[in-house]
């Protein structure tokens, strides 16, 4: 029998899985496709890690690992629901949930000394940042809007804020002492052990990774940010910042760069509060306070200090922002400030959200201002600044005129960056961070290091740069659209790539197609160019902007990311489907416990099964999945052009909603199909009872609506209280029942 596997993970797609899914199971077994899950929340990844401290009842699979094997099975064929990528205060909120519900997990050491501490903190690390995709993405990455949803779009606009040409918004990036600075770059001559170390000054040597199995022909870089540098950085532009008078906020990915972004998000806080940091340093570190994990976790441990103390230090807080610049807020209303956690401002959703409101942040007070968004690395931050200046020359993008930007991303087997939280390191002394060949002895790569640098290693594998040009050139021919490769030739590392593209090139028919390489700050141009003018160009990046530039198109084009189609085309054969582009909306999830109404938007999902469908009807020769997978495509569009999807007001169409009219366009499809005379009895007397239902079925599930409700947890709900909720409409459950 053909399968699926449906993950079930976070937030707000998970809570839309529990309407989602049924409909989805009986659909998909008219063509004899069962329909697995497969639970990666990050609670049930948390309880997977701890056996030994739950009773036989509570004790789960590693499914995450579990998956992982199967992205080597050609038969494999997953539906990847974006998942919560936790900071380190997610995680103890996860953990002290999951505790109140009697699952005896240990507590979560803060800071680890003894050694039962740090295997704690290691155990509790593997759940941290993003530590599913990663390993799931056994293949690159292809996102795209589909024909379909680029049409609505260009239809049915969604807002843009306005572009002025005399705005002081920009970006703001350090131009020497960061990780572009100086990389060092090469690719390899065979296969090696390697180690990373430092040799310090006194001549000994301390070992960080003591092997490194390398294969022949990958690519390895060194990559130093200077603590110094940094922290000067930060000085001059909060000064520059407070004299234009604009908004200071900090744009990082803390959750796939999990070590270095937390450490380079701590200094900016501390250097924002350097005078509170100088008086009470000392009573901070007896207390345990670090701001790697934000402001929040400052106010939660003062909070336990008598009032006269918390006072001052509060005040002194205050005091400080007096001689800085205003911070951007995530949350005004709540006093949430973009200090508040690393995880609250994700780079790259955060960038394209501000650049679609015309430059514009929220102030304390509620109201929009100009900003200066920091972006310490210049590797990627330049392209941002790139689109502001086309911004303000040009005014907003036009989503009823503009191009679109597909990617094809090299993501496979855990490339460059987003690779490297295992191999960075925050340097405990100066010296020189070297790579060495264990056999040999011979360094590979060096570079002098201070104390408190951040360095890392970087890898990409010469296997998934070659099959990153295939899918380019694939994506080129299919779609008939110039593909630009976005690589910098003053950059070690992507001058090494631009020469194995200029290689593996060679192996393709590249015959009348449109192929350039260009540095990102001109790729961006040329892109921008042809957006303007309604002419459509494949970006081909590195794991990065793949994940920068999905986001950042898609909003502007779409006015979200989550109308994607996000393929992962498995190197070994099979199928990762990802949906959408964005990530599990928390801020749904709350409006859906206070009003009961959930504005996610399953279309992500809609696309992906759509393709996954389409994948096993391929693979196992299933005539009856390809045409649950086109029934499926008409029905999204049906669904689109009626004007179906969520209201974001409550009391209005929902998430849930939703699902019940793909569930009658799709149904309403396969009966006027012929092509398959089974399939087409099966679901013409099935329409026909959800159309004579539908205003019953809506009633159902709007009436519902403008309540709060309770979900008795977070992070690991109760699932029978909350498909209840999520399932609100007797009349359509008894009638999928029927089919
Ligand atoms: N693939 C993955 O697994 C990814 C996971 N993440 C994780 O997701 C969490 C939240 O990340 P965050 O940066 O806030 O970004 P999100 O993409 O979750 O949310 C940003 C905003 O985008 C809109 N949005 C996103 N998806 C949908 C949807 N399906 N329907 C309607 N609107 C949508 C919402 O806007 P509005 O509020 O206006 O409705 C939302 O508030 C983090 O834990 C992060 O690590 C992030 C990216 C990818
Ligand atoms: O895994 C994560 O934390 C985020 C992934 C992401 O943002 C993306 O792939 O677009
Ligand atoms: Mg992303």
Request: charge should be negative; glycine fraction near 6%; aromatic fraction near 8%.
């Amino acid at each position: 029998m053909s399968k699926i596997i449906y993950t079930k993970t976070d937030e707000a797609p998970a809570l839309a899985t529990l309407s989602f899914l049924p409909i989805v199971e009986a659909f998909t077994q008219t063509a004899g496709v069962a329909v697995e899950t497969s639970d990666i929340s990050v609670a049930t990844r948390v309880l997977a890690e701890f056996p030994d401290y739950l009773t036989e009842e509570q004790r789960v699979p590693d499914n995450l690992a579990e998956l992982g094997r199967l992205t080597q099975d050609p038969n494999t064929n997953i539906i990847k629901l974006p998942n919560i990528s936790a900071s380190v205060q997610q995680l103890k909120a996860v953990i002290k949930e999951l505790q109140s519900k009697g699952y005896a997990l240990p507590d979560f050491p803060e800071d680890p000394e003894t050694d039962e501490e740090k295997e704690l903190r290691k155990r509790y690390g593997k759940a941290l940042g993003s530590a599913v995709n990663p390993v799931l993405r056994e293949g690159n990455s292809d996102r795209r809007a589909p024909k379909a949803v680029k049409n609505y779009a260009r239809k049915h606009p969604h807002s843009m804020g306005e572009w002025k040409q005399w705005s002081s918004t920009h970006v703001s990036h350090m131009h020497g002492g960061d990780f572009y600075d100086g990389e060092q770059s090469m690719t390899l001559d065979k296969a090696r052990t390697v180690r990373m170390d430092l040799l310090l000054d006194d001549g000994t040597t301390k070992v960080l990774k003591p092997e490194i199995a390398l294969q022949d022909k990958e690519v390895i870089d060194l990559m130093v940010m200077s603590k110094e540098s940094l922290l000067e950085f930060y000085e001059r532009e909060m000064e520059d910042c407070r004299e234009a008078g604009i908004l200071f906020s900090l744009h990082v990915k803390a959750t796939m760069m999990k070590v270095s972004h937390p450490i380079v998000f701590g200094h900016a806080v501390r250097i924002y509060y350097k005078d509170a940091f100088k008086k009470h340093g000392e009573l901070f570190d007896k207390l345990g306070i670090n701001v790697n994990n934000g402001m929040a976790d400052l106010y939660d441990k003062i909070s336990t200090l008598p009032a006269s103390q918390r006072e001052e230090i509060e005040q002194d807080l205050h005091a400080c922002q007096e001689h800085r610049p205003r911070l951007a807020m995530v949350d005004s209303a709540k006093g949430i400030t973009n200090f508040h956690s690393p995880n609250d401002i994700i780079v790259d959703a955060s960038m394209p959200a501000m650049i679609r409101n015309g430059g514009k942040m929220w102030g304390a007070d509620g109201k929009l201002y100009d900003c200066k968004a920091v972006m310490p690395e210049s590797t990627f931050a330049r392209i941002y600044q790139e689109m502001i200046n086309f911004c303000k020359w040009h005014g907003n993008f036009d989503p009823t005129t503009m191009g679109t930007v597909p990617n094809v991303g090299l993501m496979a087997q855990k490339a460059e960056e987003y690779g490297s939280h295992d191999k960075t390191f925050e340097s405990s002394d100066a010296g020189m961070a070297r790579i060495v060949d264990v056999d040999t002895d011979e360094v590979l790569l060096e570079k002098r290091v201070e104390e408190g640098d951040i360095w890392r290693m970087c890898q990409t594998k010469d296997d998934p740069i070659q099959d990153w040009v295939k899918l380019a050139i694939r994506r080129a021919r299919e779609s008939n659209t110039p593909v630009i490769f976005w690589l910098d030739p003053y950059r070690p590392h992507e001058n090494e790539l631009i020469k194995k593209v200029n290689m593996y090139l060679k192996d393709h028919d590249t015959e009348g197609l449109h192929i350039e390489i260009m540095s990102q700050v001109r790729a961006m141009r040329y892109t921008l160019e042809r957006v303007s003018r309604g002419l459509d160009t494949i970006s081909a990046t590195g794991n990065i902007l793949r994940d920068y530039l999905t986001d950042l198109f898609p909003i502007l084009e779409l006015g979200t990311s989550a109308k994607m189609l996000s393929v992962v085309p498995l190197m070994k054969g099979g199928g990762l489907f990802e949906t959408g582009a964005g990530g599990s909306a928390p801020k749904h999830v709350e409006q859906l416990v206070e009003e009961n109404h959930l504005r996610w938007d399953s279309l992500g999902e809609f696309l992906a099964l759509a393709v996954s469908l389409e994948h096993l009807a391929e693979n196992d020769k299933n005539t009856k999945a390809q045409i649950l997978a086109d029934t499926l495509d008409k029905a999204t569009e049906k669904l689109l052009l009626s004007d179906k999807s969520p209201s974001r007001k409550t009391g209005e169409l929902d998430n849930r909603g939703s699902h019940f009219y793909l569930a009658m366009y799709w149904a309403d499809e396969l009966a006027a199909q012929d092509q398959d005379s089974e399939l087409k009895e099966q679901f013409t007397s099935f329409a026909q009872k959800l159309k004579d239902n539908e205003d019953t079925i809506v009633k159902e599930m709007n009436e519902v609506q403008g309540k709060s409700i309770d979900l008795k947890g977070y992070y690991h709900i109760d699932e029978e209280l909350a498909k209840q909720v999520m399932r609100p409409s007797e009349t359509f459950n008894d009638t999928l029942a029927s089919l």
